[in-house]
């Protein structure tokens, strides 16, 4: 069984830093592209960042140069360090990665931006 678990998610001030990490355990021959989505109160989950197993990064616009991706291959794991962050920066956020040739999706970790 192929799991994602998140973590690293809280409360926050405007103008705060989290960093969220999400390890993959279980039976894995591979992993391919790992990422992050959230998902804001009444809007559509939305890509934030994206990883390919090559280390391609791809940001959404209202992130960049607040945020980075990173992976470590050997501990199957992703992270997103999240930097500047603002109230619209509030959502559950999401770790997805193609592991097995499967998308997985983890439980949602709940990141809130306030004073």
């Known amino acids: 069984q192929v799991q994602l678990v998140e973590s690293g998610g809280g409360l926050v001030q405007p103008g705060g830093s989290l960093r969220l990490s999400c390890a993959a355990s279980g039976m894995i021959f591979s992993i391919d592209s790992m990422g992050w989505y959230r998902q804001a109160p009444r809007k559509q989950q939305e890509l934030v960042a994206a990883?390919?197993?090559?280390?391609?990064?791809n940001y959404a616009d209202d992130v960049k140069g607040r945020f980075t991706i990173s992976r470590d291959d050997a501990k199957n794991t992703v992270y997103l360090q999240m930097n500047s962050l603002k109230p619209e920066d509030t959502a559950v956020y999401y770790c997805n990665a193609v592991i097995n040739a499967k998308v997985r999706w983890g439980q949602g970790t709940q990141v809130t931006v306030s004073s």
């Open positions: 990883i390919t197993s090559g280390h391609s990064i």
